[in-house]
């Protein structure tokens, strides 16, 4: 598996977590990265990207203002800081990756991690 999402867990509605998404075996510097998440019954979604350059982020509208996508390049991680989290952000988060341009759709990435499940309840 290329990439390695961590992170999730419980949490209460208005708490914080921050999802990691780890590459082996190739680098992230190069890459446009998006997380993606899915709960169960709906369609998987987009949540963030962000371009190879860092020039460039897209939010899903539900998530601006409470989520921010970021990279550590001499980490070779990228990751997803969540705050004000709420029950409808309850899902199995993915992390991909792909050498072309940040695009919200989940049909343009190459590289997938397994989900790390976030769950939002009191």
């Known amino acids: 598996v290329p990439l390695q999402a961590s992170g999730g867990g419980l949490v209460q509605p208005g708490g914080s977590l921050r999802l990691s998404c780890a590459a082996s075996?190739?680098?992230?510097?190069?890459?446009?990265v998006g997380w993606f998440r899915q709960a169960p019954g709906k369609e998987r979604e987009v949540v963030s990207c962000i371009s190879s350059s860092d020039t460039s982020t897209y939010y899903t509208e539900s998530v601006k203002g409470r989520f921010t996508i970021s990279r550590d390049n001499a980490r070779n991680t990228v990751y997803l800081q969540m705050n004000s989290l709420k029950s409808e952000d309850t899902a199995a988060y993915y992390c991909?990756?792909?050498?072309?341009?940040?695009?919200?759709?989940?049909?343009?990435?190459?590289?997938w991690g397994q989900g790390t499940l976030v769950t939002v309840s009191s």
């Open positions: 991909a990756a792909q050498k072309g341009l940040a695009t919200p759709s989940w049909l343009d990435y190459d590289y």
């Open positions: 075996g190739f680098t992230l510097d190069d890459s446009a």
